[in-house]
């Protein structure tokens, strides 16, 4: 009994030294988005869907290329011309060197306009892919929150029980010490209150494990400390034809499946686009320089010049073409099912969602209904416990019904509000 409190003294003592901080709800949204790794890595692959938009690596801007080399060759040549003279050379070196700069451009390309609109298509898919990961990292905040403020309530159910089981044991010892009470109630009373400190350790042990999956879900160390808002009221103005209809707008599941049969349909006019030609332009500045060995025909040379050329490339038959067509409109057909499924299963999910909601509503009003019962059951039995008229053994069954029934208040609360959580869920209303 001594260990017991003794540790209850120093659990409560270390909260009060750390002077915890109270973290918000909306708080915790905030460093969510700042810390979750998840949401990290979202936000870096939309910046790589951004980059490759741009123009630049998409054949948008000209290519300019430089070339330059020496060459040089030992030995010898003979060389007869028509006249009947004759040139040799032997063990001669002949050297030269050449340079150019070459500038490319493509005209015109329909594949690659429609190349970049695609990109710019999937950057988008990748802001939607990014809300997703934020929406799940948000509602498992969401459920490690009003999980750990379902155990800090359990908590202050529990620490009134020992207040009112060490009153109980007062009772017990000051009745027992003026000869109207029996040893067996002081005894009865000390195991009950063994007993709600066993359970208010194992309470706060989950409080402090509750607090961890939450830093977790944050994003940010576990063994921070910090105190939270309980905040359990229901919102009273859901509505489950708005909810549907809100739902088919702004489910994220829906936005990406929808941006990726966009995205495929975006297949087929490339398809379509490598029917037309493409149109490209260079131009080239180039110099060449020989030295020859003394005896060759021609001593050295040299050479320097522009030229510039316009090429038409036109694929004009490319059997593979039908088949992927064939292929993409597949696809296509594939991903529009698939659109049509998703927007049944989500109904099913909002219809169910909300049932479980309004009968979680129901069993809360119930609970509350059980508590205020109990809660009167308690303090009518206590006062007739004052009074000699009942035994502690039924003073304690009246404490535990009222326990059980906090506890389930408490559960039904919780309850009630991941229900509406998860309605807001699942029509993108969490953000």
């Not at 379902?150 to 529990?158: D, I, M, P, R, S």
């Not at 009518?380 to 009074?387: A, I, P, Y």
């Amino acid at each position: 009994m001594k260990n017991i409190l003794v540790a209850l003294f120093f659990l409560f003592a270390l909260n009060i030294i750390n002077g915890q901080s109270v973290l918000s709800l909306e708080e915790a949204k905030r460093i969510t988005l700042e810390n979750n790794f998840g949401i990290k890595i979202a936000k870096n692959n939309v910046q790589l869907a951004e980059n490759q938009t741009d123009r630049s690596v998409n054949g948008y801007l000209p290519t300019v290329s430089a070339l330059g080399g020496l060459n040089g060759n030992f030995g010898g040549a003979v060389q007869r011309f028509n006249n009947g003279q004759e040139a040799s050379t032997s063990n001669a070196f002949n050297w030269g060197a050449n340079a150019s700069v070459q500038a490319d451009y493509t005209l015109f390309d329909k594949r690659r306009d429609l190349t970049l609109d695609q990109l710019k298509e999937n950057l988008a898919l990748s802001n939607l892919q990014l809300r997703q990961s934020i929406e799940q990292s948000i509602l498992q905040v969401y459920n490690a929150y009003y999980q750990l403020a379902l155990q800090k309530e359990n908590v202050e159910v529990l620490q009134e029980a020992i207040a009112v089981s060490r009153e109980r044991l007062r009772r017990a010892k000051y009745a027992l010490e003026y000869g109207q009470g029996t040893g067996l109630e002081v005894l009865n009373a000390e195991v009950d209150i063994k007993r709600d400190s066993v359970n208010l350790l194992n309470a706060l042990l989950r409080v402090d494990n509750g607090k961890r999956d939450l830093n977790v879900a944050m994003g940010r160390l576990s063994n921070e400390d910090y105190d939270i808002q309980v905040e359990t009221a229901i919102d009273p103005s859901l509505d489950v034809d708005k909810l549907i209809a809100d739902a088919k707008e702004n489910n994220v599941n829906l936005q990406i499946n929808r941006q990726s049969l966009a995205l495929n349909e975006m297949d087929l006019n490339i398809i379509e686009a490598e029917k037309k030609p493409v149109i490209s332009a260079g131009a080239n500045y180039g110099f060449n320089f020989s030295d020859n060995a003394s005896g060759s025909f021609i001593d050295q040379s040299n050479s320097r010049g522009l030229s510039a050329n316009v090429s038409v490339l036109w694929n004009i038959f490319d059997g593979s073409r039908d088949v992927r067509k064939q292929n993409t409109a597949l696809n296509l057909s594939n991903l529009r099912l698939q659109n049509d499924r998703l927007e049944q299963e989500l109904q099913r999910d909002i219809t169910n969602a909300w049932s479980n909601y309004q009968n979680a509503i129901y069993i809360l009003g119930v609970e509350e209904s059980a508590v205020t019962t109990n809660q009167e059951n308690f303090t009518r039995t206590e006062e007739q416990v004052k009074v000699g008229r009942l035994s502690s053994l039924e003073f304690r069954q009246a404490q535990l019904n009222l326990l059980n029934a906090q506890t389930s208040l408490n559960n039904a609360k919780l309850n009630a509000k991941l229900a509406e959580v998860q309605l807001l869920a699942l029509v993108g209303g969490l953000l």
